[in-house]
């Protein structure tokens, strides 16, 4: 006999099988075994197993409805020993209840049957498990057990905020101690701590301009910050001539007509056939130009205060040919590719006396008007990246004669930070000099009386391409000038600088270094097959040509 049924049977025998009056259920009948039915399982009837799983040695209640109505049916009790029989009555609802006592651990199935003349008929059935007691696995959270003790039953403990573990259900919001202070967020209208008009605009608007980022944007201006949207261009008319912006060209009004005469040309020559080089210097005649001013030879002639010209050579070599733009015409070349002394340096210059040596000769330059296309090519502009500075390049310098030598000089710059090449000027003044030129005084373009007359940052390098360069220089310890102007090809003429005032320091000027190509060993360093510099269509005026 199957140990449930042993329980039935005591059960009925204490006569508490029928739990509830009301549900009118009899005392029933146990039979066993049970076999020879007809199934009809339908979907409105049901049964059910309270509690399930059930624990060994307690009770469990079985509960049917909408069965037959105040009947009589057969309810079966099966587990892996057999099977007992227990006929029970239903109420006038249709429902069944049956309480027991589970002995055995395992699984179990009830199965309701309708008694028939022949074969009973299934109405429904269902299952349940008997389980050991305080058994972890059980299915039951049982006292003894916790989620700590037994997560297998009982689930797995909550976290615990300020155990300095951020688990899963702990956020920055509900947990701050284990998972931190949440971020802002950026779109919430609140400009918090660590938000910004840059990262988070939305919440803390956009930034103001920037003045000296280069970008002219904004409430910027040429009052506000000249430095990003240049200087405000003076106004014709307002009586005051505004140079080098103002000129006799563009505003009359201010400045007066423009002379009907100037200077005299006094030498003009390109590298056409016949003219040639020597070691020392440039040679020839170019048939091209007007006869009479054309021939290198004669430039003592032609100006009487220079006394020969030469080339100097650092590491670098001079010739003739052909443009590098591809035009059907020949162009002086000047190529470094070696580094002497920490740099290279390719230069031809005017000189008014031929040494140190020289020194009881009379002072015969007075003022020269130089101009000239130039070709720089485009790699230059690419050697230096934009954080770093590049290193210094001088292309045009005016020496005086005494040891303190003092000189005029036109560089091409690019500062960290940028991509913008531009001209640069300088004067070495020999105040506190004393034969020492470490110890001379430097007056920049921003500085002292220079800065008012100082515009290079402006003018950018054409590179690439020709642009003529023209450069005035009038030697005088009170009305000296210093002119340096840049034209691209096809563009209006551009000022560099116009500096009035003093440029003689001593007695009489040593040279002009007309064509320099002088620079910093850094750039054959990164170019190891030399740099280039180009020249053509030389012209030397006496002043400011007719008409500037």
Request: charged share 20%; proline share 6%.
């Amino acid at each position: 006999m199957p140990r449930i049924a042993r329980v039935s049977l005591a059960l009925l025998g204490m006569g508490v099988l029928c739990l509830s009056a009301s549900i009118g259920c009899g005392q029933g009948e146990v039979n066993y075994p049970y076999s020879d039915v007809n199934t009809e399982i339908r979907p409105s009837i049901w049964c059910s197993i309270e509690p399930n799983p059930v624990l060994i040695n307690s009770s469990y209640i079985i509960r049917g409805g909408d069965l037959p109505k105040r009947g009589t049916l057969r309810v079966v009790v099966s587990d892996s020993n057999g099977s007992a029989n227990i006929d029970a009555n239903t109420d006038k609802a249709g429902r069944l209840e049956i309480q027991l006592l589970a002995e055995q651990a395992g699984s179990a199935t009830v199965e309701i049957y309708k008694l028939g003349k022949r074969k009973d008929i299934l109405l429904t059935r269902c299952a349940f498990e008997v389980i050991q007691p305080n058994q972890c696995g059980n299915g039951l959270c049982e006292p003894v057990e916790d989620c700590q003790s037994c997560s297998a039953d009982c689930g797995t403990c909550p976290p615990i905020c300020g155990d300095g573990d951020c688990q899963a259900e702990e956020d920055c919001s509900n947990c701050p101690q284990d998972c931190g202070e949440c971020l802002p967020i950026c779109g919430d209208e609140n400009c918090d701590v660590d938000e910004n008009c840059e990262n988070c605009p939305d919440d803390c608007g956009i930034c103001p301009p920037e003045c000296g980022d280069e970008v002219c944007e904004g409430d910027e201006n040429c009052g506000n910050c000249p430095q990003d949207c240049g200087e405000c261009t003076p106004e014709c008319g307002d009586g005051e001539c505004q140079r080098p912006d103002e000129n006799c060209d563009n505003c009359p009004q201010d400045c007066g007509e423009c002379p009907t005469t100037g200077g005299e040309l006094q030498f003009k020559s390109g590298f056409e056939p016949n003219t040639y080089l020597t070691s020392s210097t440039i040679k020839g005649t170019d048939n091209s130009a007007p006869l009479g001013i054309n021939d290198w030879d004669s430039l003592s002639d032609y100006l009487p205060w220079a006394k020969y010209s030469s080339f100097y050579l650092e590491g670098g070599s001079m010739n003739i040919t052909e443009d590098p733009t591809g035009a059907d015409n020949l162009v002086l070349h000047f190529h470094n590719t070696e580094i002497v002394n920490g740099h290279s340096r390719t230069q031809w210059t005017l000189k008014q006396v031929s040494g140190w040596s020289d020194d009881g000769q009379q002072n015969l330059f007075d003022q020269q008007f130089y101009r000239y296309r130039m070709y720089i090519p485009e790699e230059i502009s690419t050697l230096f990246s934009y954080s770093e500075w590049a290193r210094w390049y001088m292309i045009w310098e005016s020496h005086t004669w005494e040891s303190e030598n003092t000189r005029h000089g036109v560089y091409i710059r690019k500062d960290t930070n940028s991509n913008h090449w531009y001209f640069r000027v300088l004067q070495e003044s020999p105040e506190g000099c004393h034969g020492n030129p470490s110890n001379c005084d430097y007056y920049w373009e921003n500085n002292g009386a220079w800065a008012p007359t100082y515009n290079g940052q402006n003018v950018a390098v054409p590179f690439g391409q020709w642009f003529t360069f023209e450069v005035f220089f009038k030697y005088h310890e009170l009305n000296g000038e210093f002119y340096v102007a840049v034209t691209r090809e096809n563009n209006p003429r551009q000022i560099v600088a116009h500096f009035i005032g003093q440029t003689q320091y001593g007695t009489k000027l040593r040279d002009q270094m007309v064509f320099k190509f002088y620079h910093d060993s850094e750039y054959i360093n990164r170019l190891p097959n030399g740099t280039h510099q180009y020249y053509d269509d030389f012209e030397i005026w006496s002043d400011y040509p007719p008409g500037y």
